[in-house]
C-alpha cells in the first residue's frame, strides 16, 4: 500500500506559477512510478506528466510539455510538480498518483491515488 497526500494548490493568474507537492508513505521502499493527473469540471481525468523510480525517465503530455516539470526526491518521499507559464486551461483538481513497476501514461494503470488539490488559473 502507498498513501499519497497532495499539496501547493491554489489560485494564481495566468502567467503565473505553482508547485504542487505528493507526500508518500506506506511501501514506498518499493520501487514505483509517480504520476500527475487532473481533471476538469465535466471532463476526463487526464495525464499530465510521469517519473520513473529513479528519476530517469519522465514523461508529459504535449499540453504542458516546456512548462511544467516532474520530479522526485525518494529520501523524503516526496514527488513535486512545478507548473510555470501557467494558462486558464490548465485549471484542473490536480492527482497524484502512484504504481509498482514501469512509467504508464494512462490513469487505469495507476493503483494509488491522492485526495487531489485544486488549481485555478485566472485570465
Known amino acids: 500500500q502507498v498513501q499519497l497526500v497532495e499539496s501547493g494548490g491554489g489560485l494564481v493568474q495566468a502567467g503565473g506559477s505553482l508547485r504542487l507537492s505528493c507526500q508518500a508513505s506506506g511501501r514506498t521502499c518499493v520501487s514505483h512510478t509517480m504520476g500527475w493527473f487532473r481533471q476538469a469540471p465535466g471532463k476526463e481525468r487526464e495525464f499530465v506528466a510521469a517519473?520513473?523510480?529513479?528519476?530517469?525517465?519522465?514523461y508529459y503530455a504535449d499540453s504542458v510539455k516546456g512548462r511544467f516539470t516532474i520530479s522526485r526526491d525518494n529520501p523524503k518521499k516526496m514527488g513535486y510538480l512545478q507548473m510555470n507559464s501557467l494558462k486558464p486551461e490548465d485549471t484542473a483538481v490536480y492527482y497524484c498518483?502512484?504504481?509498482?513497476?514501469?512509467?504508464?501514461?494512462?490513469?487505469?494503470?495507476?493503483?494509488?491515488w491522492g485526495q487531489g488539490t485544486q488549481v485555478t488559473v485566472s485570465s
Open positions: 517519473i520513473s523510480w529513479i528519476g530517469e525517465s519522465t
Open positions: 498518483a502512484a504504481r509498482f513497476g514501469r512509467v504508464e501514461v494512462t490513469s487505469s494503470a495507476y493503483t494509488y
